[in-house]
């Protein structure tokens, strides 16, 4: 079952004509989101978020979950002018491409995780960076997608998150610690001097596993909860349970605030509801 959590309509489109837009899909075993940009007025004219009753548990369950939001959403029907997908789970790592070698690829995933036979592999190569994002997508939900749109674009999400959170923060030095969270499970990423030293995604069901993870993984870092400073990013604000039980640990606590030059700040002055920090993967795939 499928349950439809927020929807946002820019008052200028009618929603009609997509053959100058950009649709953009982020898929996740909790839910569906997806956003079009409209390439005339260079603004997001609507962004629509799914959740998922229960988590998938096998590909046929979320095969099914994403066959109901089609039904469920018209607009997904349309001809666009070009279509990308990002894929959000615990099942990627990232590798130096210059020990990345291809014909290994299920080999680095290995020892992050479970690796069938079976599985298909893609790979991101992340520019900032120079390293490569080595990931399991959903390849059943790829080749649904593309009966309806023909070819398109795909990446993993944390592709994204580090290759965006790099260019933004290109020109600051010093020790960025970001935490991207998201409904059953968070990203941090540590950033020191624009070079990436750390990525890791944790499952988390409460909120004494989400504060764990983050204080275990400054422990590792050497970093300081008294003086280290975090940043914030994705489904979470200041009335959640899970920034009160961070900031009773953690001294310093923001939240991300990027101009993203895709959107208007009247796409932001028209949903007040929406902060710069929701939704930081999909709204920076285009």
Do not use: W
Request: hydrophobic share 40%.
């Amino acid at each position: 079952m499928i349950q439809k959590k927020i929807q946002i309509q820019n008052s200028l489109s009618d929603l009609q004509n997509f053959e100058k837009s950009h649709l953009s899909i982020q898929v996740t075993l909790d839910g569906f989101t997806y956003c079009v940009f409209d390439k005339d007025l260079v603004d997001v004219v609507l962004l629509t978020k799914y959740q998922f009753t229960n988590r998938a548990q096998t590909p046929e369950q979320l095969l099914d979950a994403v066959k109901e939001v089609y039904k469920t959403e018209p607009v997904l029907s349309n001809k666009f002018d070009s279509v990308n997908v990002s894929h959000k789970n615990n099942l990627s790592t990232i590798v130096p491409q210059e020990i990345y070698d291809e014909e290994n690829g299920k080999d680095f995933l290995k020892y992050t995780v479970k690796v069938l036979e079976s599985d298909a592999i893609a790979i991101d190569a992340l520019q900032e960076n120079e390293t490569n994002n080595v990931y399991i997508p959903f390849d059943n939900i790829n080749h649904f997608l593309t009966e309806k749109y023909g070819k398109f674009d795909f990446l993993h999400s944390s592709s994204i998150l580090v290759n965006s959170l790099l260019k933004y923060y290109k020109e600051e030095s010093g020790k960025l610690f970001f935490i991207n969270v998201a409904r059953h499970s968070f990203e941090i990423v540590f950033i020191e001097d624009n070079k990436l030293q750390f990525h890791n995604s944790f499952l988390y069901y409460t909120k004494e596993d989400f504060l764990y993870y983050i204080l275990f993984t400054m422990e590792q870092l050497f970093l300081d909860p008294e003086t280290q400073k975090i940043t914030f990013l994705g489904a979470i604000d200041k009335q959640s349970p899970l920034f009160d039980i961070t900031y009773k640990y953690v001294r310093y606590i923001n939240f991300l605030k990027v101009t993203n030059f895709s959107l208007s700040e009247e796409f932001y002055e028209m949903n007040p509801h929406v902060e710069k920090h929701h939704f930081f993967e999909l709204l920076n795939q285009f």
